[in-house]
């Protein structure tokens, strides 16, 4: 099967570059030769991943962060959500600062999986995120995706650390550095949610996430229990919590899961959620700020495959 390799070496702040030669070597001893193409730009990885398809390649190799992958996945899409080539897989393989859908494979825990995967012709089926909300420039965004979105004060945590160059080098745990000082700046914005078309009342939330994956923000269980593959979004939202009691109540419970069982801590269930609010409120998925409320939020079950092993 035709293969495209893509590598972002400024992933992780750029030390993705130093350890390119190494990714490189694993995955040649199992695919032989090849020539990988190499991102410039943010954005560049959609492009590439979508000129390797129309050129004949049928397994995207992404190599870098969730936000490398990502722009990949986007790249494989029409904007319906549909594989513009029916048989394409995405083959993710973690180099960058937060590799959450790599983790969700078990790739982290057995770092020899993802170089397997690439060179297997197996796959796995994944449920797609459709995700519309407004940009930061006031445009419509229309993107897919495949972990979390996050909104109100996990959107600003991203966003923060995505902008500390020396944060992002120590990998996951820089999204739990950061969070301390958000934390005592933010306040809770009121927000209407609609789940499945039914719209309940506006009401203080702190931050709000829906998700295809329990993991996200360097291994953290944000929403424990949720599938990738049950054609089913779950939700998690954080009401009116003191910033004290975030810190000391919630922060330290959310690498084990336990900050569910906080009483401003509450759960949801869904195939469509919109979020509105007359308060700015940034919006995050997979890792990357993509723009502000209001927001959309859709599955598409089995929307497209990685590899596996």
Request: with cysteine; glycine share 12%; hydrophobic share 40%.
């Amino acid at each position: 099967m035709k293969f495209t390799v893509i590598v972002n070496p400024a992933a992780h702040k750029g030390s993705a570059r130093r350890a390119w030669p190494a990714i490189q070597t694993e995955l040649t001893r199992r695919l032989g030769p090849f020539e990988p193409v190499f991102t410039t730009a943010p954005g560049h990885a959609t492009e590439l991943a979508r000129t390797a398809l129309a050129g004949g390649a049928r397994r995207i190799i992404a190599v870098g962060g969730d936000g490398t992958v990502n722009e990949a996945l986007n790249g494989m899409l029409d904007p319906a959500g549909r594989l513009t080539v029916a048989d394409g897989v995405l083959c993710p393989v973690p180099n960058g600062t937060a590799n959450e859908l790599c983790r969700a494979l078990g790739h982290l825990a057995r770092p020899g999986l993802a170089f397997d995967a690439a060179a297997s012709t197996a796959t796995r089926p994944i449920d797609l995120l459709r995700v519309r909300c407004t940009g930061l420039d006031g445009s419509t965004v229309d993107r897919f995706g495949y972990l979390i979105v996050a909104l109100g004060l996990a959107a600003t945590v991203s966003y923060r650390n995505s902008q500390s160059r020396w944060l992002k080098k120590l990998g996951g745990i820089s999204y739990f550095l950061m969070s301390p000082p958000v934390i005592l700046g933010y306040r809770p914005r009121p927000i209407a949610i609609t789940i499945d078309g039914v719209k309940q009342a506006p009401r203080r939330i702190s931050t709000a996430m829906v998700g295809n994956t329990e993991n996200g923000g360097g291994g953290m269980r944000l929403i424990p229990g949720a599938k990738f593959d049950d054609g089913m979004l779950d939700l998690i939202e954080m009401g009116d919590v003191a910033p004290f009691t975030m810190l000391t109540r919630v922060l330290p419970k959310v690498y084990s899961g336990d900050h569910v069982h906080h009483p401003q801590v509450s759960t949801g269930r869904g195939t469509s959620f919109r979020f509105e609010s007359d308060v700015e409120t940034l919006v995050d998925l997979d890792g990357e700020t993509i723009g502000r409320l209001p927001l959309e939020v859709s599955v598409i079950p089995r929307g497209f495959s990685v590899g596996s092993s």
